[in-house]
């Protein structure tokens, strides 16, 4: 089509495909489209630079070739924008807004195969508002239909979140994950974990093993961590859980699309929780090289400012030290502390078997189960309304005003039913016994000797495993003028009794 326009001599000829729409091929499709638009350059005589990538309409942030268009029209290097549509500078009405206006303060004509846009002109401005109005429209409705057909296939137990995990091939047909023959690695991992090998540890025995990752790498403490992590090892999808695909954000709970024995475990749920336990809730870091871990690591506490207290190995006198805090607390030699803190671990026993015979020999009627079988029934009451609301609003039976509003209140109630639920928890006798009695369990297991203080016995990584499994923290003072410092331990659970 020939345009009679003598201001346009040179132009940008923008190609973009984000999925392959005519089920020809996206490279099929581009060549068709730049084939097509250097055509129309050709037979108006127009100099042209092609601008070419396959990448989504969602933002063009991403889009390092739109990106690099619009910089180039802001300094005046085209007198028009060629494209086989308008939706192909974006869908986005936020996004297509932005490059509406630079276009025009740049008086930068649109071209298509059909028409040419002057944005200075209001009947073309309009034109091309509605236009992109509608293309936002069915964008919308395109990514509704995504997410639904996505949601549908995850629901089946299909992997839809990207490579399969190692250990599990996907299989074509099924779409479904499968163990494969790394599935010995991934147990191998799981187990060393729980027997309480260390990251770096583990990371050592992969390395003289010679097992490396999928990509054929050394394991770093992040994989390995991601790896303890993953739900899918259990036979568990979980999808849905970040807002935006570049996003670290967590939706919430009832919002997670969770489809449980989707696929065969690898990993039992005993063992998947227990490591989980031991690598989260621990918090251990990777230790650098120069670094240990002690009996006491991530324990200790400054009492005056709150900050955790590490030890300093002085090799010169070959003697360890507690730290010396910022704010002014004293350090002190470190073994005399450990064995005050042995001490008053194992004596804590008795103070737990007098807390257990006093529960035991309660008689009041324990009222929790039948209080908390009530919660639960609202909380799923609360749950199930929930999913309705969200329903409306994606049949468009509610506006957005009134699903935020419905939406809020019954997450409301359900936050305030789970913390009922555990307050009551918190309260039940049967919780009480099995907690008092898992924590005689871990003094149990610090009997005996300790290698640090006796040169032989449990190593220090494992007395801070058993440790950090009884107790929450340990306050440390030393202030000047006393003669010992004074430690001051938190016993998990120790507010319940």
Known sequence: MLFNNDKVKHVAVYLRLSRDEENLGIEQILDNHRQTLISLCNENKWSYEIFEEVASSSTIINREQMVMLLDRIQQDYFDAVVVMDIDRLSRNEYDASDIKRILYQTETFIVTPYRMYDLTKDDDSLLLGITNLIASGEYKQILKR?????????KQGHWTNGQAPLGYTKDTKTKKLVPNEREKDIQFIFSEIVKGTTIPT?????????????EGNSFHYNSIQRIINNEAYMGTIISNRTIGKHSNDIRPKDEWVIV????????????????NKIVNEYSFKAPRSKNRI???????????????????????????????????????????????????????????????ESLEDDKQEDNTEYKKDKLISQYNKSKRALYKINILFEEDEIDIVAYRERKAKRQDEIKLIEEEILALEKEDK???????????????NLVGKWHLLDGEGYSDEKVNRLLHGLISGILWSFKKGEESPQLTIIYNEDNHY
């Open 294 to 356: 002690y009996p006491s690591s991530n324990l200790i506490y400054c009492a005056n400012c709150g900050r955790l207290q590490g030890c300093n190995y002085k090799l010169h006198i070959d003697k360890i030290y507690i730290k010396h805090c910022k704010c002014g607390n004293r350090g002190f030699y470190y073994n005399p502390v450990l064995q005050k803190i042995k001490e008053e671990v194992l004596g804590y026993k008795e103070s737990i078997l007098e807390a257990l």
């Open 260 to 275: 449980h024995n989707a696929h065969p475990s690898i990993i039992d749920q005993t063992t998947w929780n227990a490591a």
């Open 146 to 154: 995504m997410r639904r057909g996505k949601e549908y296939a995850q």
């Open 202 to 214: 583990l990371i050592n025995h992969l390395n003289s093993m010679g097992v490396k990752t999928r």
């Open 430 to 444: 049967s919780v009480k016994l099995d907690i008092l009695k898992e924590q005689i369990k871990a003094i149990e």
